[in-house]
């Protein structure tokens, strides 16, 4: 199987390679039979990637210690669930486990290039869409005559991108792959066997990563990651042929969304992970690797909202095309710190001297872009001025420079004790208070903005309008806010969050209100004529403008809860048999101290009974494990939510005089709703990539049809 | 011996079922000249005028434009869709 495995990483290289070489050549001499090939050849190291990490699983599973990867990281008595989660514990295992990834993208990218190329045969075949896109002539000047046929050119055009920058873009994730290929194969690979005897046991998973969240974090963090790698090459391949037109944009949104998708379930269950595990009572510390994948998050956050000033209006062009790059680069730097432990960090699971590929990936890749950018720039010219300060594109411009300004104040931070380390010779770490001094006025008018933007009209706003649009939003905003001040919060900060978010969640209850009141006075609420169909019918139609409004909602959410922690307490002390003590409107009482022995961990557990007025409320079971395989101990922390606090318990350890067990509480207020917003967040960037539904007619989608179907001169008219 | 005699063949049948795969299968499809790609970018600037033309009615209709507002935003929309008209003609 190790043989196996080994062969089938080479392999994988060779045709990634074969790939790369025959796809530029195909390009250059536009022989279509070798770009055909090229293409297999990159579908083709998909399955072959895949069987050299059944190979690794089959190891693990089988508890083959002459694997040094598998005694350093998996141990016999490691469960199923985190024996597959082995995988991508260590580095090895996680290199390989991120090219599986990149492969699967780039599969799932060139199937649906080939599918999309037969529907375009068939869409443009004779007897079907008459010269809809392909043909020129008279026939494509026309307006076309039709819905049908403009829904058909419609649905055509981004599916005519996809397919024209395929063989490029495979080229360009072909060579990402060769990268990481020769990773696998030649500076971490997974396969090598132990240079002594076989030991009779493996080291054992690290404790910190045996939980639930482990088994599902870093395969989310790693398709956020690794996703960023198709629309960079969409975008790479758009510039370098100069695409004509704005679709290939398309192309790339939609393929940053799912990316940042995963990116953001994986950096919500890591704070979750943090916040169940590490027993520090909170869930973010800036930690360099947490900053790393919260990086590219920001600029892809960017890139999503800047995008549709250049699908709208034609601006933007080269800022998009960099935040594109950027968002690529920044990801391959988070894997560069998360894998050679750059920077000390809690997460940072690996110290190797793989480092001096990375730079030298990440210059080359550097490079290209330049080069490409260089090469076109002219290319990238804005179709369309910027009107006035007061009007949506300014607020995505607002937004967008915002969004980069905390980019660089957590890349800087991130890698300042790396540049201490080199201009005096020690490592200086910039601490917690650095970034939460200079992020949370930043991400309290980034908040501000989430609420006015979609409340300004394109171009220019009127006085008028924004009388009409913003005074019951401020309203409640200043309602809210007072509120909070007179309901006992002290702090500024959370005050302000609290306000804005009533301003915010105000902005976005009137445009879904007063969008589905149009539906209602047009007849289109169905035959109940009520709200929610009416609310259901103004989402499908416009699912990226209302998904990315449910998005904010979720956004909005998990700002609530991180204002929360302004609120929170915890205090500590010995906590022996039937000691009491107090947290937030709680009492704690300790009922019971017990142990518990197994072949994977030995355990001591604390029984605490919760109490609210005198009133039994539950019982709770923080405990402290010590792994045997590892000789580590860790914290089970336990944890009671609801939606106003979250009572959080961690065992601490024992009194060394007295031997009694150590309670850490804390009370953390309005927790539950970081997990709720995270989950609003996910559902509304799922509801955002879903088609459109077309309105059958009558509604405000018959105005919309009749403009999108009548000629030029009709509109004046 | 047996193992390695194992390995060694799933290592031929896994090269021989890649190089059948790349092998066989037809050619490419190459994007259309440039004047055809020049002349459906400009269709497709058209149709995502008229997309403004059409959120912009909507959000008249739903009160969040003024009149003032909505009357600069669908001149501006309707001269912008007149213009990529005209660059179509031209390049008929």
Known sequence: ?717 | MGTGLVAAFACVFLTAMVAYFLLTGGEAQLEDSPREAELRALRERKRTIYDNLRDLHFEFLAGKLGEEDYRRGRGALEQEAAQVTRKMEGRA
């Open chain 1, 1 to 717: 199987m190790q043989l196996f495995g080994s062969f089938a990483i080479l392999l994988a290289l060779v045709l990634a390679g074969y790939g790369v070489l025959a796809g530029i050549f195909g390009l250059a001499r536009r022989d279509t039979r070798l770009i055909a090939s090229a293409q297999r050849a990159a579908m083709a190291v998909f399955p072959v990637v895949t069987v050299a990490v059944f190979c690794l699983v089959g190891l693990i599973l089988r508890n083959d210690f002459t694997i040094a990867y598998v005694a350093e990281h998996s141990n016999r008595a490691l469960p199923f669930y985190y024996k597959i989660a082995v995988l991508w514990s260590g580095q090895e295992g996680s290199l390989l486990f991120w090219t599986w990834l990149l492969s699967g993208y780039a599969f799932i990218a060139l199937l649906g290039a080939r599918r999309k190329a037969r529907g375009i045969a068939e869409a443009t075949a004779p007897g079907n869409l008459a010269a809809a896109t392909a043909g020129a002539g008279a026939a494509a000047l026309a307006v076309p005559a039709t819905r049908a046929a403009t829904d058909e050119e419609e649905a055509l055009s981004p599916r005519l991108a996809h397919r024209n920058l395929m063989p490029l873009a495979a080229v360009i994730l072909g060579a990402i792959e060769c990268f990481f290929l020769l990773l696998n194969n030649f500076a971490a690979s997974p396969f090598v066997t132990l240079p002594v005897a076989t030991p009779p046991d493996g080291n054992g998973l690290n404790p910190l990563l045996q939980y639930a969240q482990m088994v599902i974090h870093p395969p989310m963090l790693y398709l956020g990651y690794v996703g960023f790698s198709v629309p960079f090459a969409f975008c790479l391949a758009a510039l370098i042929k100069r695409y004509p037109g704005d679709r290939w944009i398309h192309v790339t949104r939609r393929w940053t969304m799912v990316a940042w998708l995963f990116l953001t379930i994986g950096i919500v269950l890591g704070g979750n992970w943090a916040y169940r595990v590490l027993g520090w009572g909170g869930y973010w510390a800036w930690d360099p690797v947490e900053n790393a994948a919260f990086l590219p998050w920001l600029t892809a956050t960017a890139f999503l909202h800047s995008v549709m000033m250049q699908e709208k209006r034609g601006m933007l062009k080269v800022w998009n095309v960099w935040l594109v790059f950027a968002t690529f680069l920044l990801a391959v730097f988070g894997d560069f710190i998360t894998r050679t432990g750059l920077v000390a960090s809690v997460h940072a699971f690996a110290q190797s001297d793989i480092g001096p590929w990375f730079v030298a990936f990440f210059i080359v890749a550097l490079l290209v872009c330049g080069w490409a950018y260089f090469r076109n720039r002219d290319f990238l010219k804005s179709e369309n001025a910027l009107e006035s300060t007061v009007s949506r594109e300014s607020g995505f411009l607002f937004n967008n420079f915002i969004l980069l300004v905390i980019t660089f104040a957590v890349l800087w931070g991130t890698v300042f004790p790396v540049v201490s380390e080199w201009i005096e010779g020690q490592k200086i770490d910039v601490g917690r208070v650095f970034f939460d001094r200079i992020n949370v006025p930043l991400f309290l008018f980034l908040l501000f903005l989430t609420g006015v933007g979609p409340l300004l009209a394109w171009r220019r706003t009127s006085l008028n309008s924004l009388k009409r649009n913003f005074t019951a939003p401020a309203f409640v905003g200043v309602l809210v806010a007072a509120a909070s001040l007179l309901g006992g919060v002290r702090d500024p900060y959370p005050i302000v969050c609290f306000g804005l978010a009533g301003f915010v969640l105000t902005t976005i209850a009137m445009e879904f209100t007063r969008g589905a009141a149009v539906i209602r006075r047009r007849g289109g609420g169905g035959i109940l004529g009520g709200w929610p169909a009416a609310l259901t019918q103004l989402t499908l139609r416009n699912t990226r403008r209302y998904g990315g409004y449910i998005v904010h909602v979720g956004i909005i959410l998990i700002a609530i809860g991180i204002a929360g922690s302004g609120l929170n307490q915890q205090t500590q002390g010995a906590m022996p048999y039937h000691a009491q003590m107090r947290i937030g409107p709680y009492t704690l009482v300790s009922e019971n101290y017990t142990q518990n022995d197994n072949a994977n961990y030995a355990s001591n557990s604390l029984e605490v009974a919760v109490e609210r007025g005198g009133q039994y409320v539950t019982t709770m079971y923080p405990a402290r494990r010590f792994y045997k395989a590892s000789n580590q101990d860790q914290s089970m922390v336990a944890i009671r939510s609801t939606p106003l606090a979250d009572l959080y318990l961690v065992y601490a350890g024992n009194d060394p005089n007295s031997g009694d067990p150590i309670l850490h509480a804390y009370w953390n207020p309005l927790m539950v709703w970081i997990w709720i917003g995270a989950v609003v967040t996910a559902l509304g960037t799922l509801l955002a990539m879903l088609p459109n539904r077309r309105p059958s007619g009558g509604a405000p989608g018959g105005v919309a049809a009749k403009a999108a179907a009548a000629p030029v001169e009709e509109v004046h008219a």
